[in-house]
């Protein structure tokens, strides 16, 4: 029996550090990195890197819902980033890093509205969040090397300084549900 997968499109900051977290969620069968929400097709890395394309580094998470469901993944998604920060993840800075979820059908709006409100009010960030709600436009998948980039890069810098701790979060606060906590 194939399974019937759902997809979900999230933006939080650098797609290597989204990538890696949700590789690593149970349920989830597969993550593309690429560029969504822009004015250019099929741009390149180094154009979106200029902030000037409108796009944002992007994920599209393919996942069974049988397993995990979007608010699930929409938990994970509020606590792995700062959704406070306009066009800023750490030291990332630019439209490319905005918080987005760009959503694929009204159900999945009204969960990301009714999850955003929820996580809000539950004080998970001292700010007001300023995560963009959008209707899923062209996702263009990146370049090949920015695919598993984490798992085939583990000790480049920006892997073991960044990434690395996020991942250590992510396992201590969702052991449940990832794979290899």
């Known amino acids: 029996m194939t399974k019937q997968l759902e997809r979900a499109t999230l933006g939080g900051g650098c797609f290597w550090c989204t990538e890696a977290v949700y590789l690593d969620v149970i349920g989830v069968e597969k993550v593309v990195s690429g560029?969504?929400?822009?004015?250019i097709p099929n741009p390149t890395y180094e154009q979106i890197c200029t902030g000037r394309t409108g796009h944002a580094e992007v994920i599209d998470i393919y996942y069974d819902p049988a397993e995990?469901?979007?608010a699930e993944l929409l938990d994970i998604f509020w606590q792995t980033h700062d959704p406070t920060t306009l066009n800023r993840q750490g030291a990332d800075r630019g439209t490319q890093y905005r918080s987005v979820i760009f959503y694929h059908s009204d159900e999945q709006k009204e969960i990301a509205e009714q999850s955003m409100v929820a996580a809000e009010a539950a004080g998970v960030w001292p700010n007001r969040f300023v995560t963009e709600i959008s209707p899923v436009p062209t996702v263009y998948p990146a370049e090949a090397y920015h695919q598993d980039y984490y798992a085939n890069?583990?000790?480049?810098?920006?892997?073991?300084v960044v990434i690395s701790p996020k991942m250590r979060k992510f396992r201590q606060k969702f052991k449940d549900k990832s794979r290899t906590a």
């Open 35 to 39: 560029y969504a929400g822009g004015e």
């Open 68 to 70: 995990i469901s979007f």
């Open 153 to 160: 890069n583990p000790y480049q810098g920006y892997c073991m």
